[in-house]
Nanobody
Framework: QVQLVESGGGLVQPGGSLRLSCAASGTIFRLAAMGWYRQAPGKQREWVASITSTGSTNYVDSVKGRFTISRDNAKKTVYLQMNSLKPEDTAVYYC??????????????WGQGTQITVSS
C-alpha cells in the first residue's frame, strides 16, 4: 500500500511564501504524474498543478507565475513552491500521485491534506 505524507503547511501573511512537500512510500514500480489539489471552505476540490514523469508542468490559471511544482523521483517526492500568496489561496492542499505496481497496474494515491492559511 502506498502512503503519501505531506508537510509544509501553515499560516502565512499575504505576499509570503510556503513550500509544500509530499513524500510517497510503499511498493511503487513506477511513478507517473504527480500533482496538487486544494479545497477551500464551502468549495469543491480544485486541481492546482501537475507534473508528468518527464517533468512537464501545468497550472490552473489562478496560480500561474506564483506557484512552481517540481519532483524528485529518487526521493519519490513532489513539491509545490508557493510565492506571492493571496488570501484566496487559503485551503487544504492535497497531493496526489499516479503509480504502477510490479504488474503494471495503475493506481492513484492521495495525501491527508495540509492546511494553508493566508491572512494578516
Amino acid at each position: 500500500q502506498v502512503q503519501l505524507v505531506e508537510s509544509g503547511g501553515g499560516l502565512v501573511q499575504p505576499g509570503g511564501s510556503l513550500r509544500l512537500s509530499c513524500a510517497a512510500s510503499g511498493t511503487i514500480f513506477r511513478l507517473a504524474a504527480m500533482g496538487w489539489y486544494r479545497q477551500a471552505p464551502g468549495k469543491q476540490r480544485e486541481w492546482v498543478a501537475s507534473i508528468t514523469s518527464t517533468g512537464s508542468t501545468n497550472y490552473v490559471d489562478s496560480v500561474k507565475g506564483r506557484f512552481t511544482i517540481s519532483r524528485d523521483n529518487a526521493k519519490k517526492t513532489v513539491y509545490l513552491q508557493m510565492n506571492s500568496l493571496k488570501p484566496e489561496d487559503t485551503a487544504v492542499y492535497y497531493c496526489t500521485v499516479r503509480y504502477s505496481d510490479l504488474r503494471y497496474r495503475e493506481y492513484d494515491a492521495w495525501g491527508q491534506g495540509t492546511q494553508i492559511t493566508v491572512s494578516s
